[in-house]
DNA sequence: GTCTATAGGCTGATAGAC
DNA sequence: GTCTATCAGCCTATAGAC
């Protein structure tokens, strides 16, 4: 089938978000698909192709739900309630972020990898500056909204993995409650 | 020597702190410390048996500095401030935490390993909890303390993790920032 | 405690037929 | 695009000598 390199990124990008890319390899995955291993070569000749396409799979996806939020329009407090919500739909299935997964296993990727890991994590951040920056007059602090971003950039992806390791998501509710009261000003004294 | 189970699972930290538990093999490990894989058996039969060890070893280690911080006593400000510098401190020579690295391996880990991480995040979490609730009268924020406790301690795994991406440490002074300012009155107007 | 030696399995990757 | 077959290398783990 002609979709067959579909198959294969769909799934491993699912293994990957929850046992790593060391953790997949080219015989499981082609099993998974029902092809042989020789023939995932042929559509990723090294293992850092598939991570390539994984990466810019999965940024591409994120990158249009991020899209159709600011597109919905609301106020701050709503775009990040949905905002987490995105990040809480990974949590379902014991996964975490793929790029927050390939981001432990840095040493193993490749410079190409690196580039397009790193590209992920500052356009979620860009987004969120963006975000905040437009409702700046609403803001109920005075940090600036790229230091914002930042931490709330860093803090989804650590409550992503160790809410996994809790076995619930309270850390991911934590996130959530702190950064409304923190950027919602309607619910302060 | 008799000291080589020391040696082991010093060399063995600062390994996975950089490429995780699958990225460290008892054969390289031995060569490291100079002895054969099969001496490494010795002292841990099976891979968990290290994995263990090492937890324990880095949670001892990690409680010991929250405690030192907490006896010399000061402003929550201060604490927090320390707390940090002990987090930058790790982010030396390309590593994460240990149990943030091995977070993206649960997976892989044995259920005792499983409950020792767990055990490292919430003793984690629980320092904070206390410390921000002692000084809870000079809080720039009604926050429920342990809700920040949990953001904090996901926003210093996820820093951890970010910043080695980026090849600096911005996440991590953007944390600082945050929440100097969310829990320092005295900066706010 | 450390060694030699090895079993048994999994891995990424390639050659060449169809 | 997919297959069979295979290589060379790595891995965890064990047996048994010293």
Known sequence: MADNRQ???????????????????????????????SSVHYHFPEKADLAQALIEQYSDTFATRLDSISAAGGSLMRKLSRFMDVIEAVAASDSVCLCGMLAAELESLSPENRQALQRFFTDMEDWLTREITAHRADLGTAIEPHQLAKVMVSGVEGALLVSRVHGNTEHLAAQRTVFADLLGPEDRA
Not at 17 to 36: H, M, N, P, W, Y
């Open 7 to 37: 198959k294969l990124t769909d799934i491993a990008q699912s293994n990957v978000q929850k046992s790593g890319l060391k953790g997949l390899s080219f015989r499981t995955l082609a099993d998974e698909v029902g092809i042989k291993s």
